[in-house]
């Protein structure tokens, strides 16, 4: 993976992730869902606003481990469910390449499959997403940053001066 990979980026912040979440509802709040299927991590959280707004309360995970780059990409399934996905809602956060998405698409045939945001070359695997980004677009998730304190302007430009 180079560094260029990506060119553009975008910030998702705690309350547009909620707002995109209870958009995606709005699509699926008349449909009834036996369960819910969290793709961990990143569909852990999605799947808990989407289970508060459809009033779903069983929720199960699928637990994949994406090898890095010394192990050729690989994907290692560290929990699946026992079931082929008839009736439940499938959720992730983001499909990229789309290399997630396929192998728990056959893993799940029968589910219903949503992700918050979809990037074009993984988006043909997933029955429903909110929001289409650029390929080169590098997402950042709000669990994935932290606050920290700024100095304001006033004390920068005294520690800049010179006495």
Not at 96 to 105: F, H, L, M, N
């Amino acid at each position: 993976m180079s560094a260029n990979r990506y060119q553009q980026h975008f910030t998702v912040s705690w309350d547009q992730l909620h707002r995109d979440v209870r958009a995606l509802c709005h699509q699926l709040v008349e449909r009834d869902f036996k369960g819910i299927v969290a793709i961990t991590r990143g569909g852990l959280i999605p799947a808990a606003l989407i289970a508060r707004e459809l009033d779903v309360r069983l929720i199960d995970t699928v637990c994949i481990k994406s090898y890095d780059h010394m192990d050729q990409g690989g994907l290692h399934v560290m929990k699946g469910v026992d079931h082929d996905g008839d009736g439940w809602l499938l959720i992730d956060d983001l499909v990229d390449t789309g290399k997630t998405a396929r192998a728990v698409r056959d893993m799940l045939p029968k589910a219903h499959f949503v992700t918050v945001y979809a990037k074009p070359e993984g988006r043909p695997l997933v029955d429903q997403c909110l929001t289409e980004v650029a390929q080169d677009c590098w997402i950042q998730f709000p669990w994935d940053m932290g606050v920290a304190y700024v100095e304001p302007l006033v004390d920068q430009m005294k520690g800049s001066q010179q006495p």
